[in-house]
């Protein structure tokens, strides 16, 4: 759990009577907020993304462009961020009418101080469940993710038919493989395929949470249990409920939070840190690992108890050098990927590029495939890709250019290639190509989601 000192909740404040506006900013200072004041709602929009508030305290009579004006704005362009409005002619109508475009409550002036506290407190709790709410939702969107052929190679086709008979049974699974073979592909296959599918499916990337953080984020967290838990936040169990969550990279996970995380695999019971009592879930775990977990149970690195829980049933994914009859399907799936996010559908390889990409040992398997298509798409000339681009792109070096000239001047391409190129020269080790990078683990996997990396 965290002990640090949380981030101060900032509170923007619109209000035009000088008097009040000062009252309202020591009194909301007192309460612990940092207080942005502003005298007029001119701007307001361009203000809030710079404040980056918590809450605002709006005055509906404000000269210039009304407040009711201002509410609907704020709703529109940050429905997530809560509203309070206040005026000194309040009437049912105009609360009825702030509410309706989206106020989060009404106050009345002189606006009492035992009733502004509460308020706004429930208000920021507010926005911060929203928030989360939000955050989880987009945690279950990636099971949207267009599937991958696995392949018809006949290690893929085996893999294929037992991954359809474990789909169709309730039991935990291990999913095992070198790192960049693709489990989290085969997670998401497995989903699909099961009566869950429709339901949400979560991953969790053990490796980039911080260990102070591991247990509110698996379980969630009730208001107050520590320092910065300035709300109610729902855990990723939770969030999964009646669907599947997928632990990729388990061998990470810090022993201390392991007991609590086998008997929700067992039981299906989880707390929330600073909750009195469990709570029952329905989700199906499949846990992923690149690392030998049998051998860091005989040394002390992982529980036996989790793993025997965890390890019902198995799935090794082979390594792609072990299928390469499968790398057409999956070279090409790819590149159709980056031909749809480039607007460019005539992007195609010739057999001898295919070929010449079979050619290769593959040692950051799937994954490295996945980002030499990447390079390829970015690079070379096209539509038609060679061989020679092949060798040129994908396995050596480009040609020549100016000293200090670029691949290519959009920000997002240079970013993925750098991280392409980190995880190529580390084999596909994510903490290695991190330190390589001189980022956060946990950032390293924030961007490649956020680039769409499956694997």
Known sequence: MSTGTAPRTTVLLVEDDPSLRTV?????GRMGHRVVARSD??????????AEPDAVVLDLHLPGTPGMQLLQELAAAHPDLPVLVCT???????AVQAMQHGAFDFLTKPVSLDVLEPVVARAIAHGR??????????LSAQATTTALPLGTSAAAQQLEQRLL?????PQHVLITGESGAGKELVARRLHEASPRRGRPFVVVHCGALPAA??????FGHKKGAFTGAHGDRLGLFEAADGGTLLLDEIGE???????ALLRAVQFGEVRAIGRDQPRTVDVRVLAATHRDLRQACAAGQFRDDLFYRLAVLELHVPPLRERLADLPALATAFLQ?????????????????LERLQSHGWPGNVRELQHAVVRLAVLADGPAITAEDVATYAFGTAPQRAPGALPTLDLDQLERLAIQEALRRTEGNKPQAAKLLGVALKTLYNRLHAQGDPL
């Open 24 to 28: 309202l900013s020591r009194e909301l």
């Open 41 to 50: 709602g001119t701007e307001l929009l361009a203000e809030v993304e710079q």
């Open 88 to 94: 000194g002619h309040g009437t049912v109508a105009l």
């Open 129 to 138: 469940l929203l928030r989360d709410n939000r955050r989880l939702a987009a």
């Open 165 to 169: 008979r474990i789909a169709a049974v």
């Open 213 to 218: 953080l591991v247990e509110s984020e698996l």
């Open 253 to 259: 996970l810090p022993l201390a939070v392991q007991p």
């Open 337 to 353: 990927q980056e031909a749809r996010a480039a607007g460019r559908s005539d992007l195609h390889f010739t057999a001898a590029a």
